[in-house]
């Protein structure tokens, strides 16, 4: 991710987050979208989904961030 595509997010009060997790006896990623709460300075998740591949993870993520960036 650039610079400028980090700054537009947090402009726009948004942020993704993918980690691998153990999903049975496999590796998956999860995907959170959050989005800042402006009343209470925190950050609430918006949207999660797993996935088998981090790829796809980004891939769900830009559709739902291109929505509101």
């Not at 998740?45 to 769900?60: A, L």
Request: glycine share 6%; net charge positive; with cysteine.
């Amino acid at each position: 991710m650039e610079q400028v595509d980090i700054d537009t997010l947090l402009k726009a009060g948004l942020w993704v987050s993918v980690s691998p997790i153990m999903s049975g006896e496999e590796w998956a990623w999860t995907c959170s979208v959050y989005k800042k709460n402006n009343k209470t300075e925190g950050w609430v998740t918006k949207s999660r989904k797993i996935f088998k591949t981090p790829g796809k993870c980004y891939e769900w993520a830009l559709k739902r961030l291109l929505k509101h960036v």
